[in-house]
């Protein structure tokens, strides 16, 4: 196991409803990413904090939008969720720096309905 | 654009097997490249990692991942396949220039299925 949990484990939400997904980083970690991956894809990247700022974003809407708190835990929340937010949602701590590797939890799966 | 290209959709081998899942990378300067590896219902687990040095990456449960910068490769290896280590694997690149502290790119997964 990599310290790092995420929680809900799976959640269903109707289309046009808020979620907030949570997620707790490897001690000692101070950079969260957040990927989303869909069906039979790779995660692609939503984005990243570092020191509780933004530090880096994907190709994704200002619907989706997180926050990182000073123990490094982190959310993710989307408004006005769409059926095509359906996905696997993980969390992804590490160190900051380029060499290093990210450690994931074990993922939320939303399904939007 | 950095990108990551896994042409396998799925590899078939048989229990004491080697196997070999494929990755190739386009990069602009060097490239940091990562293994991981996803079991149903679960996230990523690190296997390896290539920064720099030898071309020959050792990882974990006995993986390794060799690097071949002129073929732009970096496909992941075992000598002897288990039928444990079936599952999802990706290959993944730091993204170098997206403004982030390096966040990662990754292919689209390779299916690996070990038989008995």
Redesign the interface.
């Known amino acids: 196991e990599?310290g790092?949990t995420?929680s809900p484990t799976h959640l269903i939400k109707t289309r046009g409803q808020q979620v907030t997904l949570r997620c707790s980083s490897q001690s000692g970690h101070n950079?969260v990413?957040w990927?989303q991956q869909a069906l039979?894809?790779?995660?692609?990247?939503i984005?990243?904090y570092?020191r509780e700022e933004e530090?880096?974003?994907?190709n994704f809407p200002p619907r989706f939008s997180g926050l990182q708190f000073p123990n490094y835990s982190s959310e993710l929340n989307v408004n006005a969720l769409e059926l095509d937010d359906s996905a696997l949602y993980?969390c992804?701590s590490s160190q900051?720096?380029?060499?290093t590797?990210?450690?994931?939890?074990?993922?939320t799966?939303l399904t939007v309905v | 654009a950095q990108s990551v290209a896994q042409p396998e959709d799925q590899v078939n081998v048989a229990e004491g097997n080697p196997l070999t899942v494929k990755c190739t990378y386009s990069v602009s300067g060097n490239p940091y490249l990562f293994w991981y590896v996803q079991y149903p219902n679960r996230g990523l687990q690190f296997l390896l990692k290539y920064i720099t040095g030898d071309n020959l990456v050792k990882g974990s449960y006995g993986f390794e991942a060799e690097f071949n910068k002129s073929q732009t490769s970096f496909h992941l290896k075992k000598p002897s396949a288990l039928v444990s280590d079936s599952a999802l694997y990706f290959c993944a690149v730091r993204d170098m220039w997206g403004g982030s502290q390096g966040n990662l790119i990754f292919g689209k997964g390779t299916k690996l299925s070990v038989k008995p």
Do not use: D, H, I, K
Not at chain 1, 40 to 45: E, K, L, R, T, Y
Not at chain 1, 96 to 99: A, D, E, I, R
Not at chain 1, 101 to 107: D, H, I, L, N, R
């Open positions: 990599t790092v995420q950079t990413s990927y039979g894809q790779g995660p692609q990247f984005f990243q570092y530090n880096g974003r994907g993980l992804a900051v720096g380029v060499n590797e990210a450690f994931f939890g074990q993922g799966r």
